[in-house]
């Protein structure tokens, strides 16, 4: 048995943002505090299980042929939002930069 573990495998991360209406945030939230977890983990495993049930979009995937690595390397479209903030935006922020609302 070694002395020392191997780190954990890194996932590989992408971040998003949506605008949900204020009830799904609220529920959302309290959802993740229920389970200890985070916003971020409840979107992500409830976007894995409706990928997984949905049979008929599991199909359609399948005739598609995109693969997740061909999704990470797009670049960002032209229609876009540039953001002006420095830093990580989330995706529970309300408001968009005054540059960018214009």
Do not use: C
């Not at 799904?24 to 976007?47: C, G, N, R």
């Not at 199909?59 to 830093?87: C, F, M």
């Amino acid at each position: 048995m070694p002395i020392l573990k191997a780190p954990p495998k890194l996932i590989r991360n992408a971040s998003i943002q949506v605008r949900v209406e204020d009830e799904v945030d609220f529920k959302l939230k309290k959802y993740a505090e229920f389970i200890d977890a985070t916003p971020a983990f409840v979107v992500a495993e409830s976007l894995k299980m409706l990928f997984n049930k949905d049979a008929e979009f599991r199909e359609w995937l399948a005739n598609h042929g995109d693969t997740a690595k061909s999704a990470r390397i797009e670049k960002p479209g032209a229609q876009e939002v540039p953001y002006a903030k420095h830093g990580t935006r989330t995706m529970f922020e309300e408001e968009l930069p005054k540059a960018a609302a214009k």
